[in-house]
Protein backbone atom coordinates (compact mmCIF):
# COMPACT_ATOMS: atom_id res chain seq x y z
CA UNK A 1 0.00 0.00 0.00
CA UNK A 2 0.97 3.25 -0.78
CA UNK A 3 0.62 6.64 1.17
CA UNK A 4 -0.88 7.73 -1.73
CA UNK A 5 -3.80 5.40 -1.21
CA UNK A 6 -3.94 5.79 2.60
CA UNK A 7 -4.00 9.32 2.63
CA UNK A 8 -2.34 12.27 4.66
CA UNK A 9 -4.54 11.62 7.97
CA UNK A 10 -4.24 8.07 7.56
CA UNK A 11 -0.56 8.26 6.72
CA UNK A 12 -0.17 10.46 10.17
CA UNK A 13 -2.95 8.20 12.30
CA UNK A 14 -0.79 5.03 11.57
CA UNK A 15 2.27 6.81 12.52
CA UNK A 16 1.41 8.33 15.86
CA UNK A 17 0.17 4.63 16.40
CA UNK A 18 3.69 3.57 16.80
CA UNK A 19 5.32 6.68 18.44
CA UNK A 20 5.42 6.85 22.27
CA UNK A 21 5.20 9.51 23.96
CA UNK A 22 7.91 10.11 26.65
CA UNK A 23 7.34 12.47 30.16
CA UNK A 24 8.28 15.89 28.63
CA UNK A 25 5.47 16.16 26.05
CA UNK A 26 2.55 17.54 27.32
CA UNK A 27 0.93 17.31 24.46
CA UNK A 28 1.60 15.34 21.45
CA UNK A 29 0.46 14.81 18.08
CA UNK A 30 -2.94 15.78 16.73
CA UNK A 31 -3.90 19.44 17.30
CA UNK A 32 -2.73 22.86 16.07
CA UNK A 33 0.78 22.52 17.76
CA UNK A 34 2.32 20.27 20.85
CA UNK A 35 3.15 21.00 23.86
CA UNK A 36 6.69 19.92 25.65
CA UNK A 37 7.62 20.74 28.78
CA UNK A 38 10.44 23.48 29.67
CA UNK A 39 11.33 23.64 32.96
CA UNK A 40 14.29 25.55 32.54
CA UNK A 41 11.87 28.65 31.15
CA UNK A 42 14.11 28.55 28.29
CA UNK A 43 13.85 26.02 25.16
CA UNK A 44 16.86 25.16 23.32
CA UNK A 45 15.48 24.94 19.31
CA UNK A 46 17.38 23.67 16.40
CA UNK A 47 16.20 22.60 12.98
CA UNK A 48 17.87 20.82 10.11
CA UNK A 49 16.71 20.04 6.22
CA UNK A 50 17.43 16.71 4.79
CA UNK A 51 16.75 16.23 1.16
CA UNK A 52 17.19 13.16 -0.90
CA UNK A 53 20.00 12.74 -2.92
CA UNK A 54 22.35 15.22 -0.77
CA UNK A 55 21.98 14.34 2.73
CA UNK A 56 20.49 10.77 2.10
CA UNK A 57 20.23 8.27 -0.68
CA UNK A 58 17.66 5.99 -0.97
CA UNK A 59 19.68 3.01 -2.80
CA UNK A 60 22.63 3.50 -0.07
CA UNK A 61 20.68 3.95 3.42
CA UNK A 62 16.94 2.02 4.26
CA UNK A 63 14.67 4.52 5.90
CA UNK A 64 14.77 3.11 9.26
CA UNK A 65 18.36 4.25 8.96
CA UNK A 66 17.57 7.53 7.30
CA UNK A 67 15.68 7.75 10.48
CA UNK A 68 18.48 7.26 12.98
CA UNK A 69 20.65 9.66 11.35
CA UNK A 70 17.62 12.55 10.34
CA UNK A 71 17.06 12.72 14.26
CA UNK A 72 20.98 12.11 15.68
CA UNK A 73 22.12 14.58 14.10
CA UNK A 74 19.78 17.28 15.54
CA UNK A 75 19.56 15.65 18.95
CA UNK A 76 23.43 16.28 18.84
CA UNK A 77 22.75 20.01 17.98
CA UNK A 78 20.82 20.11 21.28
CA UNK A 79 23.23 18.61 23.38
CA UNK A 80 25.76 20.29 21.82
CA UNK A 81 24.34 23.23 23.69
CA UNK A 82 24.62 21.32 26.79
CA UNK A 83 21.07 20.78 27.28
CA UNK A 84 19.10 17.30 27.73
CA UNK A 85 16.65 16.79 24.24
CA UNK A 86 12.89 16.69 25.24
CA UNK A 87 11.20 16.29 21.74
CA UNK A 88 11.35 16.29 17.93
CA UNK A 89 9.18 17.84 15.20
CA UNK A 90 9.14 16.13 12.07
CA UNK A 91 8.10 17.52 8.42
CA UNK A 92 8.14 14.56 5.71
CA UNK A 93 7.65 15.17 2.45
CA UNK A 94 7.42 12.15 0.14
CA UNK A 95 5.97 11.00 -3.64
CA UNK A 96 2.56 9.82 -3.33
CA UNK A 97 3.68 6.32 -4.48
CA UNK A 98 6.03 5.89 -1.51
CA UNK A 99 5.00 2.66 0.25
CA UNK A 100 3.36 3.29 3.52
CA UNK A 101 5.92 0.82 5.24
CA UNK A 102 8.81 2.89 4.21
CA UNK A 103 7.46 5.49 5.98
CA UNK A 104 6.95 3.79 9.27
CA UNK A 105 10.04 2.30 9.50
CA UNK A 106 11.35 5.69 8.78
CA UNK A 107 9.14 6.86 11.96
CA UNK A 108 10.38 3.89 14.10
CA UNK A 109 14.06 5.01 13.59
CA UNK A 110 13.11 8.89 14.82
CA UNK A 111 11.76 7.00 18.20
CA UNK A 112 14.35 4.94 18.67
CA UNK A 113 17.38 7.28 18.18
CA UNK A 114 15.23 9.72 20.45
CA UNK A 115 14.37 6.98 23.40
CA UNK A 116 18.57 6.71 23.29
CA UNK A 117 17.88 10.20 25.15
CA UNK A 118 14.27 10.04 26.75
CA UNK A 119 12.81 12.43 24.14
CA UNK A 120 10.30 11.48 21.41
CA UNK A 121 8.07 12.61 18.32
CA UNK A 122 5.73 15.14 19.84
CA UNK A 123 4.48 16.82 16.51
CA UNK A 124 4.77 16.88 12.67
CA UNK A 125 3.40 17.35 9.23
CA UNK A 126 3.28 15.28 6.11
CA UNK A 127 3.16 16.32 2.93
CA UNK A 128 3.32 15.34 -0.64
CA UNK A 129 6.67 15.96 -2.63
CA UNK A 130 8.31 15.37 -5.54
CA UNK A 131 11.52 14.01 -3.47
CA UNK A 132 11.57 12.71 -0.14
CA UNK A 133 12.23 15.49 2.06
CA UNK A 134 12.75 15.63 5.64
CA UNK A 135 12.50 18.60 8.20
CA UNK A 136 13.65 17.76 11.48
CA UNK A 137 13.80 20.34 14.76
CA UNK A 138 14.80 19.19 18.52
CA UNK A 139 13.72 21.04 21.66
CA UNK A 140 15.50 20.62 24.63
CA UNK A 141 15.71 21.68 28.32
CA UNK A 142 19.20 23.17 29.87
CA UNK A 143 18.12 22.48 33.54
CA UNK A 144 19.17 25.69 34.63
CA UNK A 145 22.58 25.41 33.13
CA UNK A 146 23.97 28.63 30.50
CA UNK A 147 24.09 27.49 27.18
CA UNK A 148 27.49 26.04 25.56
CA UNK A 149 27.90 28.33 23.23
CA UNK A 150 30.75 28.86 20.53
CA UNK A 151 32.13 31.93 21.71
CA UNK A 152 33.04 31.21 25.22
CA UNK A 153 37.02 29.90 24.42
CA UNK A 154 40.03 31.55 26.11
CA UNK A 155 43.22 31.67 25.24
CA UNK A 156 44.97 29.23 27.65
CA UNK A 157 41.72 26.87 27.25
CA UNK A 158 42.59 22.97 26.57
CA UNK A 159 40.43 21.85 23.68
CA UNK A 160 39.48 18.52 23.86
CA UNK A 161 36.58 15.81 21.95
CA UNK A 162 33.98 13.03 22.64
CA UNK A 163 33.76 10.72 19.98
CA UNK A 164 34.72 9.04 16.85
CA UNK A 165 36.17 11.36 13.73
CA UNK A 166 36.43 10.09 9.74
CA UNK A 167 34.60 7.21 9.89
CA UNK A 168 31.56 8.63 8.56
CA UNK A 169 33.27 10.17 5.84
CA UNK A 170 35.40 7.11 4.96
CA UNK A 171 32.45 5.22 4.57
CA UNK A 172 30.64 7.74 2.43
CA UNK A 173 34.20 8.01 0.42
CA UNK A 174 33.81 3.71 -0.02
CA UNK A 175 29.99 4.05 -1.30
CA UNK A 176 31.47 6.79 -3.83
CA UNK A 177 34.05 4.73 -4.95
CA UNK A 178 31.58 1.69 -5.42
CA UNK A 179 34.42 -0.71 -4.96
CA UNK A 180 34.64 -3.11 -1.46
CA UNK A 181 33.07 -1.53 1.88
CA UNK A 182 34.24 -1.85 5.37
CA UNK A 183 30.54 -2.40 6.88
CA UNK A 184 32.11 -0.51 10.08
CA UNK A 185 32.66 2.37 7.99
CA UNK A 186 29.17 2.52 5.73
CA UNK A 187 27.34 1.54 9.11
CA UNK A 188 28.98 4.92 10.78
CA UNK A 189 27.99 6.64 7.68
CA UNK A 190 24.50 5.31 7.49
CA UNK A 191 23.68 5.86 11.27
CA UNK A 192 25.83 8.21 13.72
CA UNK A 193 26.26 7.29 17.34
CA UNK A 194 26.72 10.50 18.92
CA UNK A 195 27.74 9.97 22.35
CA UNK A 196 24.93 11.89 23.60
CA UNK A 197 26.60 11.95 27.32
CA UNK A 198 28.95 14.50 26.15
CA UNK A 199 26.92 17.52 26.86
CA UNK A 200 26.35 16.88 30.41
CA UNK A 201 29.91 15.63 31.12
CA UNK A 202 31.12 19.01 29.15
CA UNK A 203 28.65 21.03 31.48
CA UNK A 204 29.89 19.77 34.43
CA UNK A 205 33.21 20.03 33.92
CA UNK A 206 33.29 23.84 33.11
CA UNK A 207 33.57 23.77 29.12
CA UNK A 208 33.92 27.50 27.82
CA UNK A 209 32.82 26.07 24.58
CA UNK A 210 31.18 23.13 22.88
CA UNK A 211 29.47 21.83 19.60
CA UNK A 212 29.32 18.67 17.39
CA UNK A 213 31.29 18.30 14.40
CA UNK A 214 29.40 18.00 11.75
CA UNK A 215 31.19 19.66 8.86
CA UNK A 216 34.62 18.61 9.74
CA UNK A 217 36.67 19.51 12.66
CA UNK A 218 39.03 21.97 11.44
CA UNK A 219 35.92 23.80 9.56
CA UNK A 220 33.74 23.17 12.82
CA UNK A 221 36.43 24.18 15.30
CA UNK A 222 37.11 27.79 13.35
CA UNK A 223 33.41 28.68 14.00
CA UNK A 224 34.35 28.54 17.79
CA UNK A 225 37.35 30.40 16.89
CA UNK A 226 35.28 33.11 14.90
CA UNK A 227 32.83 32.97 17.49
CA UNK A 228 35.19 33.52 20.39
CA UNK A 229 37.87 35.95 18.55
CA UNK A 230 40.84 33.07 19.15
CA UNK A 231 42.97 31.05 17.36
CA UNK A 232 42.72 26.92 17.79
CA UNK A 233 45.66 24.77 17.98
CA UNK A 234 45.75 21.46 16.68
CA UNK A 235 48.05 18.83 17.90
CA UNK A 236 47.97 16.37 15.20
CA UNK A 237 49.94 13.60 17.11
CA UNK A 238 46.91 13.72 19.39
CA UNK A 239 44.57 12.82 16.69
CA UNK A 240 45.36 9.01 16.02
CA UNK A 241 44.07 7.91 12.31
CA UNK A 242 42.74 4.26 12.63
CA UNK A 243 44.42 2.64 9.37
CA UNK A 244 40.79 1.27 8.39
CA UNK A 245 40.06 4.85 7.81
CA UNK A 246 42.13 4.20 4.21
CA UNK A 247 45.12 6.25 2.60
CA UNK A 248 42.95 9.46 3.24
CA UNK A 249 42.59 8.55 6.51
CA UNK A 250 43.96 12.15 7.95
CA UNK A 251 42.30 14.23 5.43
CA UNK A 252 38.66 12.02 6.93
CA UNK A 253 39.30 13.06 10.55
CA UNK A 254 40.24 16.08 9.67
CA UNK A 255 37.66 17.52 7.37
CA UNK A 256 34.91 14.61 7.81
CA UNK A 257 31.81 15.52 9.54
CA UNK A 258 28.79 13.27 9.71
CA UNK A 259 30.13 11.00 13.19
CA UNK A 260 28.71 13.72 15.56
CA UNK A 261 31.73 14.03 17.67
CA UNK A 262 31.64 16.70 20.34
CA UNK A 263 34.48 18.95 20.55
CA UNK A 264 34.86 21.59 23.20
CA UNK A 265 37.29 23.60 25.23
CA UNK A 266 38.02 23.38 28.89
CA UNK A 267 39.70 25.83 31.23
CA UNK A 268 43.00 24.26 31.07
CA UNK A 269 43.06 23.50 35.03
CA UNK A 270 39.95 21.08 34.47
CA UNK A 271 40.68 17.39 34.49
CA UNK A 272 38.94 16.60 31.55
CA UNK A 273 35.75 13.98 31.83
CA UNK A 274 36.58 10.02 31.17
CA UNK A 275 36.03 9.80 27.03
CA UNK A 276 37.36 12.94 25.95
CA UNK A 277 40.88 13.44 24.45
CA UNK A 278 42.59 16.79 25.11
CA UNK A 279 43.63 17.35 21.20
CA UNK A 280 45.18 21.03 21.27
CA UNK A 281 44.80 24.37 23.09
CA UNK A 282 43.49 27.62 22.27
CA UNK A 283 45.59 30.82 22.15
CA UNK A 284 45.68 34.32 20.71
CA UNK A 285 44.79 34.80 17.04
CA UNK A 286 42.10 33.67 14.53
CA UNK A 287 41.79 30.27 12.82
CA UNK A 288 42.54 26.41 12.99
CA UNK A 289 46.25 25.48 12.79
CA UNK A 290 47.36 21.50 12.37
CA UNK A 291 50.37 21.12 13.70
CA UNK A 292 51.55 25.24 13.35
CA UNK A 293 49.85 25.34 9.58
CA UNK A 294 46.77 26.10 8.04
CA UNK A 295 45.15 22.63 6.65
CA UNK A 296 43.56 23.38 3.22
CA UNK A 297 40.07 23.77 2.44
CA UNK A 298 37.78 21.09 3.80
CA UNK A 299 34.74 20.08 5.18
CA UNK A 300 31.11 21.13 3.97
CA UNK A 301 29.27 24.12 2.46
CA UNK A 302 26.07 22.58 1.23
CA UNK A 303 26.59 24.60 -2.55
CA UNK A 304 30.07 23.22 -3.41
CA UNK A 305 29.53 23.99 -6.95
CA UNK A 306 27.18 25.99 -9.37
CA UNK A 307 25.25 23.67 -11.43
CA UNK A 308 22.22 23.41 -9.11
CA UNK B 1 24.89 36.88 -8.12
CA UNK B 2 23.26 33.42 -6.38
CA UNK B 3 23.14 31.68 -3.80
CA UNK B 4 25.55 29.03 -5.62
CA UNK B 5 28.24 32.34 -5.65
CA UNK B 6 27.44 33.12 -2.21
CA UNK B 7 27.49 29.56 -0.55
CA UNK B 8 25.79 28.64 2.75
CA UNK B 9 27.77 30.64 5.12
CA UNK B 10 27.66 33.65 3.07
CA UNK B 11 24.10 33.33 2.39
CA UNK B 12 23.14 32.39 6.17
CA UNK B 13 25.17 35.39 6.84
CA UNK B 14 23.55 38.10 4.80
CA UNK B 15 19.89 36.90 5.61
CA UNK B 16 20.82 37.00 9.35
CA UNK B 17 21.89 40.32 8.83
CA UNK B 18 17.97 41.56 7.98
CA UNK B 19 16.77 39.96 10.84
CA UNK B 20 15.74 41.16 14.10
CA UNK B 21 16.06 39.50 17.15
CA UNK B 22 12.86 39.80 19.50
CA UNK B 23 13.00 39.66 23.60
CA UNK B 24 11.88 36.20 23.23
CA UNK B 25 14.93 35.33 21.37
CA UNK B 26 17.43 34.63 24.32
CA UNK B 27 20.25 33.53 21.38
CA UNK B 28 19.61 33.98 18.12
CA UNK B 29 21.06 32.15 14.80
CA UNK B 30 24.71 30.85 14.98
CA UNK B 31 25.23 28.29 16.86
CA UNK B 32 24.22 24.61 17.67
CA UNK B 33 21.04 25.49 18.66
CA UNK B 34 19.05 28.70 19.14
CA UNK B 35 17.66 29.93 23.22
CA UNK B 36 14.14 30.58 23.41
CA UNK B 37 12.72 32.05 26.29
CA UNK B 38 9.61 29.70 27.65
CA UNK B 39 8.57 31.86 30.94
CA UNK B 40 5.47 29.60 31.22
CA UNK B 41 7.94 25.97 31.73
CA UNK B 42 5.80 24.79 28.82
CA UNK B 43 6.98 25.57 25.02
CA UNK B 44 4.09 25.12 22.03
CA UNK B 45 5.36 24.01 18.79
CA UNK B 46 4.16 23.03 15.27
CA UNK B 47 5.72 22.70 12.19
CA UNK B 48 5.33 22.58 8.51
CA UNK B 49 7.04 22.16 5.15
CA UNK B 50 6.22 23.67 2.03
CA UNK B 51 7.29 22.31 -1.00
CA UNK B 52 7.76 24.74 -4.63
CA UNK B 53 4.24 23.22 -6.95
CA UNK B 54 2.61 22.87 -3.96
CA UNK B 55 2.03 24.78 -0.97
CA UNK B 56 3.83 27.46 -3.25
CA UNK B 57 4.02 28.77 -6.87
CA UNK B 58 7.11 30.63 -7.90
CA UNK B 59 4.76 32.17 -11.17
CA UNK B 60 1.83 32.93 -8.59
CA UNK B 61 3.82 34.46 -5.83
CA UNK B 62 6.76 36.64 -5.05
CA UNK B 63 8.86 35.50 -2.37
CA UNK B 64 8.14 38.38 -0.08
CA UNK B 65 4.49 37.15 -0.17
CA UNK B 66 5.75 32.97 0.00
CA UNK B 67 7.47 34.10 3.37
CA UNK B 68 4.68 36.17 5.27
CA UNK B 69 2.58 32.84 4.27
CA UNK B 70 4.60 30.73 5.39
CA UNK B 71 5.12 32.24 8.48
CA UNK B 72 1.31 33.30 9.08
CA UNK B 73 0.10 29.55 8.67
CA UNK B 74 2.71 28.39 12.02
CA UNK B 75 1.98 31.21 13.67
CA UNK B 76 -1.48 31.13 13.46
CA UNK B 77 -1.24 27.22 14.58
CA UNK B 78 0.12 28.63 17.63
CA UNK B 79 -1.96 31.21 18.23
CA UNK B 80 -5.12 28.08 17.85
CA UNK B 81 -3.54 27.09 21.37
CA UNK B 82 -4.50 29.84 22.59
CA UNK B 83 -0.74 30.90 22.88
CA UNK B 84 1.47 33.95 22.06
CA UNK B 85 4.17 32.94 19.37
CA UNK B 86 7.65 33.62 20.11
CA UNK B 87 9.95 32.35 17.60
CA UNK B 88 10.40 30.95 13.98
CA UNK B 89 13.25 28.59 13.13
CA UNK B 90 13.48 28.00 9.16
CA UNK B 91 14.25 25.17 7.10
CA UNK B 92 15.32 26.98 3.56
CA UNK B 93 15.94 24.33 0.51
CA UNK B 94 16.90 25.96 -2.73
CA UNK B 95 18.34 25.15 -6.25
CA UNK B 96 22.21 26.75 -6.15
CA UNK B 97 21.08 29.12 -9.00
CA UNK B 98 18.80 31.00 -6.84
CA UNK B 99 19.22 34.02 -6.46
CA UNK B 100 20.42 35.79 -3.54
CA UNK B 101 18.18 38.13 -3.26
CA UNK B 102 15.40 36.11 -3.97
CA UNK B 103 16.05 33.92 -0.27
CA UNK B 104 17.01 38.00 1.09
CA UNK B 105 13.11 38.73 -0.04
CA UNK B 106 11.81 35.56 1.70
CA UNK B 107 13.58 36.20 4.95
CA UNK B 108 12.45 39.76 4.79
CA UNK B 109 8.97 37.95 4.57
CA UNK B 110 9.22 35.90 7.26
CA UNK B 111 10.31 38.32 9.38
CA UNK B 112 7.72 41.35 8.70
CA UNK B 113 4.86 38.81 9.54
CA UNK B 114 6.75 37.37 12.66
CA UNK B 115 6.99 41.47 13.70
CA UNK B 116 3.09 41.40 13.92
CA UNK B 117 3.10 39.26 16.74
CA UNK B 118 6.11 40.11 18.53
CA UNK B 119 7.84 36.85 17.56
CA UNK B 120 10.98 36.92 15.40
CA UNK B 121 13.21 34.31 13.39
CA UNK B 122 15.67 32.50 16.13
CA UNK B 123 17.74 30.10 13.89
CA UNK B 124 17.40 28.15 10.58
CA UNK B 125 19.35 26.01 8.31
CA UNK B 126 20.14 26.33 4.36
CA UNK B 127 20.47 23.24 1.92
CA UNK B 128 20.88 23.10 -1.56
CA UNK B 129 17.77 21.22 -2.99
CA UNK B 130 16.41 20.62 -6.65
CA UNK B 131 13.15 22.89 -5.72
CA UNK B 132 12.35 25.35 -3.10
CA UNK B 133 11.54 23.88 -0.13
CA UNK B 134 10.66 25.71 3.20
CA UNK B 135 10.52 23.98 6.85
CA UNK B 136 9.10 26.23 9.49
CA UNK B 137 8.77 26.06 12.86
CA UNK B 138 7.21 28.05 15.53
CA UNK B 139 7.30 28.02 19.10
CA UNK B 140 4.92 30.01 21.38
CA UNK B 141 4.13 30.85 25.02
CA UNK B 142 1.22 30.03 26.90
CA UNK B 143 1.63 32.76 29.29
CA UNK B 144 0.15 29.98 32.60
CA UNK B 145 -3.11 29.35 30.18
CA UNK B 146 -4.34 25.74 29.89
CA UNK B 147 -3.30 24.97 26.22
CA UNK B 148 -6.67 25.77 23.76
CA UNK B 149 -7.27 22.20 22.17
CA UNK B 150 -9.72 20.44 19.90
CA UNK B 151 -11.05 18.21 22.75
CA UNK B 152 -12.47 20.24 25.08
CA UNK B 153 -16.31 21.42 23.15
CA UNK B 154 -19.12 20.34 24.49
CA UNK B 155 -22.57 19.77 23.95
CA UNK B 156 -24.86 23.14 24.58
CA UNK B 157 -21.50 25.10 23.54
CA UNK B 158 -21.41 27.71 20.78
CA UNK B 159 -19.71 27.50 17.85
CA UNK B 160 -17.55 31.14 16.89
CA UNK B 161 -15.47 32.11 13.94
CA UNK B 162 -12.96 34.90 13.71
CA UNK B 163 -11.66 35.95 10.30
CA UNK B 164 -12.82 35.44 6.66
CA UNK B 165 -13.30 32.22 5.16
CA UNK B 166 -13.21 31.54 1.59
CA UNK B 167 -11.21 34.53 0.26
CA UNK B 168 -8.19 32.38 -0.43
CA UNK B 169 -10.10 29.55 -1.95
CA UNK B 170 -11.80 31.77 -4.40
CA UNK B 171 -8.32 33.64 -5.00
CA UNK B 172 -6.92 30.14 -5.73
CA UNK B 173 -9.58 29.29 -8.10
CA UNK B 174 -9.37 32.38 -9.86
CA UNK B 175 -6.25 31.96 -10.56
CA UNK B 176 -6.32 28.09 -11.22
CA UNK B 177 -8.93 29.52 -13.82
CA UNK B 178 -6.39 31.38 -15.73
CA UNK B 179 -9.04 34.67 -16.65
CA UNK B 180 -9.88 38.02 -15.15
CA UNK B 181 -8.64 38.12 -11.38
CA UNK B 182 -10.15 39.65 -8.40
CA UNK B 183 -6.77 41.51 -6.73
CA UNK B 184 -8.03 41.45 -3.12
CA UNK B 185 -9.06 37.45 -3.41
CA UNK B 186 -5.65 36.45 -5.46
CA UNK B 187 -4.20 38.93 -2.38
CA UNK B 188 -5.64 36.88 0.29
CA UNK B 189 -4.44 33.54 -1.29
CA UNK B 190 -1.15 34.82 -1.59
CA UNK B 191 -0.77 36.20 1.84
CA UNK B 192 -3.06 35.26 4.41
CA UNK B 193 -4.00 37.95 7.38
CA UNK B 194 -5.16 35.23 10.31
CA UNK B 195 -6.55 37.56 13.05
CA UNK B 196 -3.74 36.35 15.33
CA UNK B 197 -5.52 38.25 18.57
CA UNK B 198 -8.00 35.52 18.12
CA UNK B 199 -6.16 33.25 20.21
CA UNK B 200 -5.65 35.56 23.04
CA UNK B 201 -9.33 36.62 22.93
CA UNK B 202 -10.60 33.11 22.74
CA UNK B 203 -8.43 32.45 26.14
CA UNK B 204 -9.77 35.13 28.15
CA UNK B 205 -13.23 34.73 27.24
CA UNK B 206 -13.55 30.71 28.26
CA UNK B 207 -13.41 28.86 24.91
CA UNK B 208 -13.56 24.88 25.23
CA UNK B 209 -11.84 24.50 21.92
CA UNK B 210 -10.11 25.98 19.11
CA UNK B 211 -8.14 25.76 15.98
CA UNK B 212 -7.41 27.53 12.60
CA UNK B 213 -9.27 27.18 9.51
CA UNK B 214 -6.65 25.46 7.44
CA UNK B 215 -7.91 22.95 5.53
CA UNK B 216 -11.39 24.22 5.06
CA UNK B 217 -14.49 25.00 8.04
CA UNK B 218 -16.10 21.53 7.73
CA UNK B 219 -13.18 19.72 7.78
CA UNK B 220 -11.66 21.22 10.68
CA UNK B 221 -14.48 21.43 12.94
CA UNK B 222 -14.37 18.17 12.15
CA UNK B 223 -11.46 17.33 13.95
CA UNK B 224 -12.91 19.30 17.04
CA UNK B 225 -16.12 17.04 16.75
CA UNK B 226 -13.29 14.09 16.71
CA UNK B 227 -11.32 14.82 19.22
CA UNK B 228 -14.23 16.27 21.77
CA UNK B 229 -16.48 13.18 20.93
CA UNK B 230 -19.39 15.67 19.83
CA UNK B 231 -21.68 16.68 16.97
CA UNK B 232 -21.42 20.01 15.53
CA UNK B 233 -24.05 21.57 14.01
CA UNK B 234 -23.45 24.44 11.35
CA UNK B 235 -26.19 27.08 10.43
CA UNK B 236 -25.85 27.93 7.50
CA UNK B 237 -27.30 31.38 7.08
CA UNK B 238 -24.73 32.78 9.58
CA UNK B 239 -22.35 32.05 7.31
CA UNK B 240 -22.45 34.93 4.78
CA UNK B 241 -21.58 34.54 1.52
CA UNK B 242 -19.67 37.68 0.06
CA UNK B 243 -20.94 38.24 -4.10
CA UNK B 244 -16.95 38.26 -5.23
CA UNK B 245 -16.52 34.74 -3.91
CA UNK B 246 -18.23 34.09 -7.27
CA UNK B 247 -20.59 31.10 -8.21
CA UNK B 248 -18.65 28.83 -5.72
CA UNK B 249 -18.42 31.20 -3.20
CA UNK B 250 -20.75 28.95 -0.35
CA UNK B 251 -18.59 26.09 -1.31
CA UNK B 252 -15.19 28.66 -0.92
CA UNK B 253 -16.76 29.51 2.52
CA UNK B 254 -17.42 25.86 3.70
CA UNK B 255 -14.53 24.11 2.41
CA UNK B 256 -11.32 26.79 1.43
CA UNK B 257 -8.29 26.84 3.77
CA UNK B 258 -5.52 29.13 3.91
CA UNK B 259 -7.82 31.96 5.01
CA UNK B 260 -6.47 30.92 8.48
CA UNK B 261 -9.65 32.39 10.53
CA UNK B 262 -9.98 31.48 13.47
CA UNK B 263 -13.24 28.63 14.92
CA UNK B 264 -13.87 27.68 18.32
CA UNK B 265 -16.31 26.49 20.67
CA UNK B 266 -17.51 28.63 23.86
CA UNK B 267 -19.81 27.59 26.94
CA UNK B 268 -23.46 28.57 26.11
CA UNK B 269 -23.59 31.61 28.46
CA UNK B 270 -20.78 33.54 27.08
CA UNK B 271 -20.78 36.73 25.55
CA UNK B 272 -18.87 36.23 22.30
CA UNK B 273 -15.32 38.48 21.97
CA UNK B 274 -15.61 41.41 19.83
CA UNK B 275 -15.18 40.30 15.75
CA UNK B 276 -16.26 36.75 16.69
CA UNK B 277 -19.89 35.22 15.27
CA UNK B 278 -21.65 32.08 16.35
CA UNK B 279 -21.85 29.84 13.45
CA UNK B 280 -23.71 26.76 14.86
CA UNK B 281 -23.67 24.95 18.17
CA UNK B 282 -22.28 21.44 19.55
CA UNK B 283 -24.84 18.51 19.69
CA UNK B 284 -24.63 15.02 20.75
CA UNK B 285 -23.40 12.37 17.82
CA UNK B 286 -20.67 12.70 15.33
CA UNK B 287 -19.45 14.77 12.54
CA UNK B 288 -20.62 18.04 10.98
CA UNK B 289 -23.75 19.01 9.83
CA UNK B 290 -24.73 22.00 7.86
CA UNK B 291 -28.60 22.85 7.85
CA UNK B 292 -28.76 19.30 9.39
CA UNK B 293 -27.10 18.02 6.48
CA UNK B 294 -23.45 16.45 5.68
CA UNK B 295 -21.58 18.90 3.72
CA UNK B 296 -20.29 16.64 0.80
CA UNK B 297 -16.41 15.94 0.86
CA UNK B 298 -14.35 19.09 0.96
CA UNK B 299 -11.05 20.57 2.51
CA UNK B 300 -7.30 19.40 1.17
CA UNK B 301 -5.45 16.35 1.71
CA UNK B 302 -2.18 16.33 1.03
CA UNK B 303 -2.18 12.62 -1.04
CA UNK B 304 -5.00 13.62 -2.96
CA UNK B 305 -4.39 11.70 -6.08
CA UNK B 306 -1.79 8.46 -6.91
CA UNK B 307 0.14 9.41 -9.95
CA UNK B 308 2.76 11.82 -7.44
Not at 220 to 229: E, K, P, V, Y
Not at 230 to 246: F, S
Amino acid sequence: MTIGDLGEFGLIAGITQRLTSGPSVALGPGDDAAVVNAPDGRVVATTDLLVEGRHFRLDWSGPYDIGRKAAAQNLADVVAMGARPTALLVGFGAPAHTAVEWAQTLADGLRDECDLVGASVAGGDVVRAGSVVLAITALGDLGGRRPLTRSGARPGDVVAVRGRLGYAAAGLAQLLAGGACDPELVDAHRRPRPPYEAGTEAAEHGATALLDVSDGLVQDLGHIAAASGVRIELDGAALPVPARLGPDGRHHVLTGGEDHAFAGTFPQATRLPDGWRAIGRVAEGTGVLVDGAEYGRGGWDHFPDKNG
